[in-house]
């Protein structure tokens, strides 16, 4: 009771104050700092995922390594890279189930199973997966033996968070 009501008190001064302090201020700013990172990581990212010769060029490798993993193999090098196929493009097909039922239920009669099957071609897409490739320099496969990432300023910074991160967890542990 007397614990609960010391408790009470303490969150009352931290939300009149909406200012933390001490540890816990040191928590938020890092915890803040981190998203911050993170945040304009996922941007910098993203503005290179959108960039049409990153698309342009994914899409025409992509073809190459796909008629490549049809001879049997699936790594192809340059001077600088090499370029492995991690997952191969393909097809599915994925049922919107709602809208095949919205149509067959009031659609049931004796050809129970043909109103049934024609619903769900109607409402059937095929979606299509792209390959997943797998880049790394020759430079960091000598390195290390198996090799990092690349865009070395992101990779760098993303070692910078994730020792934050770490550093967080031991706080909490």
């Known amino acids: 009771m007397i614990l609960e009501n010391i408790i009470r008190k303490e969150l009352a001064n ?8 001490g540890k816990l201020a040191k928590q938020i700013d890092e915890f803040a700092e981190i ?10 990212i993203k503005k290179l995922k959108d960039n049409p010769k990153y698309a342009d060029s994914k899409e025409k490798v992509s073809q190459i390594m796909e008629e490549l993993k049809a001879t049997g193999q699936d ?15 393909s097809e599915s097909e994925i049922p919107k189930y709602a809208k095949i039922l919205e149509d067959f239920l009031p659609k049931v009669s ?18 299509k997966k792209s390959p997943s ?3 790394k320099s020759k430079e960091e496969v000598k390195e290390s033996g198996s090799g990092g990432g690349s865009l070395g300023g992101v990779l760098s910074s993303i070692k910078s968070v994730h020792s ?3 550093r967080l967890k031991a706080k909490f542990d």
């Open 133 to 135: 490739l797998d880049v």
């Open 110 to 127: 004796i050809k129970l199973r043909e109103t049934y099957s024609k619903i769900k071609e109607q409402h059937t897409t095929i979606s």
């Open 75 to 89: 790594t192809m090098e340059t001077k600088r890279f090499i370029v492995k196929i991690t997952r191969s493009g």
């Open 35 to 44: 998203h911050s990172q993170i945040v304009k990581l996922e941007s910098e």
């Open 164 to 166: 934050m991160i770490n």
């Open 14 to 21: 931290l939300v009149e104050s909406k200012e933390a302090k």
